[in-house]
């Protein structure tokens, strides 16, 4: 149990709906990151979050993708009209940031969505 | 683009036999970590190297990052049937996001 936990931990939808995923981090931890996993692949960054500020996204995602973290603590994935191509493992990932030595990364179960 | 390269792919071994998976950055590393997947399973962290040349060993297991932090390797000696997973390395540029490999799914046959 790495204290990372997700909701849903399965999504299924049809193509053009909107899902929201979200993530609640280990307490004390800074760092929330987003990434998306499709099978034989490694997880791919999507957005990352120090504190409440949203500072870097991957320029892979497109509009549609938007993700919050208003208080610091959980945050929140959403895609708008999703695609086929959206189906994949939504993995959540909190570090405490800081210096290298404790900015470990623990995911959490993460958030598999299939688009039908 | 700034990408983490990883090989081999996949690696069937007998149980006892040694594995090694090797991670490769055309740009700098800050810092490289490694972690395991088990099948239907998340990423767990094993471990972080930063320096460079850097050697860490956890029982079994030994880490490398290259001189010029280009580079890292994980080695398995005596492979056991536990041992099964996806190994992914994640480098990291500046302290800033990670770029995880495309793992090395390892099978090790009893």
């Known amino acids: 149990d790495t204290g990372v936990s997700q909701n849903p931990r399965h999504k299924i939808t049809k193509r053009g709906q909107n899902v929201t995923f979200r993530c609640d981090p280990i307490s004390e931890h800074n760092r929330l990151y987003w990434y998306r996993q499709t099978l034989g692949q490694g997880p791919e960054f999507l957005t990352y979050f120090q504190n409440e500020a949203q500072l870097e996204k991957s320029r892979l995602l497109s509009d549609r993708f938007s993700a919050e973290r208003p208080k610091g603590s959980f945050s929140t994935l959403e895609i708008q009209r999703t695609e086929q191509g959206d189906s994949a493992m939504y993995l959540c990932?909190?570090?405490?940031?800081?210096?290298?030595?404790?900015?470990?990364?623990?995911f959490g179960p993460g958030t598999r969505l299939t688009v039908l | 683009g700034q990408q983490v390269m990883q090989i081999p792919q996949y690696q069937h071994v007998q149980e006892g036999e040694d594995f090694t998976t090797y991670c490769n950055s055309s740009t700098t590393l800050s810092n490289i970590q490694w972690y395991k997947q088990r099948p239907g399973g998340h990423p767990v962290f094993l471990i972080q190297?930063?320096?460079?040349?850097e050697v860490k060993k956890q029982k079994r297991l030994t880490f490398q990052f290259g001189e010029a932090k280009k580079n890292s390797s994980l080695h398995i000696t005596a492979t056991q049937t536990t041992d099964v997973g996806t190994y992914f390395c994640?480098?990291?540029?500046?302290?800033?996001?990670?770029?995880f490999g495309s793992g090395t799914k390892l099978n090790v046959k009893p």
């Open positions: 994640a480098g990291r540029h500046n302290f800033n996001k990670f770029y």
């Open positions: 190297l930063v320096k460079s040349g």
């Open positions: 990932a909190s570090s405490l940031g800081g210096q290298p030595s404790t900015d470990t990364q623990y």
